[in-house]
C-alpha cells in the first residue's frame, strides 16, 4: 500500500492566485512528521514546511501553509499568491516514529504557474 | 545559511566501474542519509548513518552500496560496480539531532549519475 498519495500528477494557477496541492498519507503510528519538499528543474530538494502529528496549529511558512487534517490523514499544501518561480515538482513527505530515520517521500505534483 | 554541498554534480561512468560520490553535511549536524530518485519517479530512501555505523537501510542499499565518514566533514557513498539501473540522481541529506521525531532533513543539491 502507498504511504503517501499525491493524486494530481499536474497542476496549473494563475500567477498571484492561491493553489492547493493534495497529499494523503497512512500510517498507524501515533507519532509522526510531514514534510513538503520543492524540486525545480535544476533538480535540487528544498524543504518547505514541516508538520508534526501531535501540533495543535497548522504550520505556516510565508506564502506556504499546510492544511493539517488528522482524522482524514491529509496533510495539503497551500501556496498563496503564487509566483513563477514556484514552478516545480512538490513532494509530500513523512517519517514515522517506527522507522525513525527513513523519510518516505509520496509521487509528487508537477506545478506551472502562468503567467 | 548553511546548507549540504554534494560533489560532482554530474558524474558518467561505465557499467561495472567503482563511484564515489561525496557530501559535505551541515556542520553541526549528528545523522547523515542517501536518496536516490530515478528519473521521473520518487525519491527513495537509501541509507542512514549516525555515530559511525548504519542505523537503516533500505532493501535497494544492497552489498554494491557502502557509506562512510572519513573524517569530520564528508560522507560518502561508494557504488563499487554501477549497473545501469544505478543511473539516477542521488541526494544526501543531513538532520542535526534525533531528540524528538521532528527534526527537519536538509537536502543537498544532489549528483546526478549515468552510468553508459
Known amino acids: 500500500a502507498q504511504k503517501i498519495t499525491q493524486t494530481q500528477p499536474g497542476m496549473f494557477v494563475q500567477e498571484k492566485e492561491a493553489v492547493t496541492l493534495d497529499c494523503t498519507y497512512d500510517t498507524s503510528d501515533p507519532s509522526y512528521g510531514l514534510f513538503w519538499y520543492k524540486q525545480p528543474s535544476s533538480g535540487e530538494m528544498i524543504f518547505l514546511i514541516y508538520?508534526?502529528?501531535?501540533?495543535?496549529q497548522n504550520a505556516t511558512e510565508g506564502r506556504y501553509s499546510l492544511n493539517f487534517q488528522k482524522a482524514r490523514k491529509s496533510a495539503n499544501l497551500v501556496i498563496s499568491a503564487s509566483q513563477l518561480g514556484d514552478s516545480a515538482m512538490y513532494f509530500c513527505?513523512?517519517?514515522?516514529?517506527?522507522?525513525?530515520?527513513?523519510?518516505?517521500f509520496g509521487p509528487g505534483t508537477s506545478l506551472s504557474v502562468i503567467p | 545559511e548553511p546548507e549540504v554541498t554534494q560533489t560532482p554534480s554530474h558524474q558518467v561512468t561505465q557499467m561495472g566501474q567503482e563511484v564515489i560520490l561525496r557530501c559535505v553535511p551541515i556542520?553541526?549536524?549528528?545523522?547523515f542519509y542517501w536518496y536516490r530518485q530515478i528519473l521521473g519517479q520518487k525519491v527513495e530512501f537509501l541509507v542512514s548513518?549516525?555515530?559511525?555505523?548504519?542505523?537503516?537501510k533500505s532493501e535497494i542499499f544492497d552489498d554494491q552500496f557502502s557509506v562512510e565518514r572519513p573524517d569530520g566533514s564528508n560522507f560518502t557513498l561508494k557504488i563499487r560496480s554501477t549497473k545501469l539501473e544505478d543511473s539516477a540522481m542521488y541526494f544526501c541529506?543531513?538532520?542535526?539531532?534525533?531528540?524528538?521525531?521532528?527534526?527537519?532533513?536538509?537536502f543537498g543539491p544532489g549528483t546526478r549519475l549515468l552510468v553508459l
Open positions: 548513518f549516525y555515530n559511525n555505523e548504519i542505523s537503516e
Open positions: 556542520s553541526n549536524h549528528l545523522y
Open positions: 541529506a543531513s538532520k542535526k539531532r534525533s531528540t524528538t521525531n521532528q527534526e527537519t532533513q536538509y
Open positions: 513527505a513523512m517519517r514515522e516514529e517506527t522507522s525513525y530515520d527513513k523519510v518516505i
Open positions: 508538520q508534526g502529528s501531535y501540533d495543535q
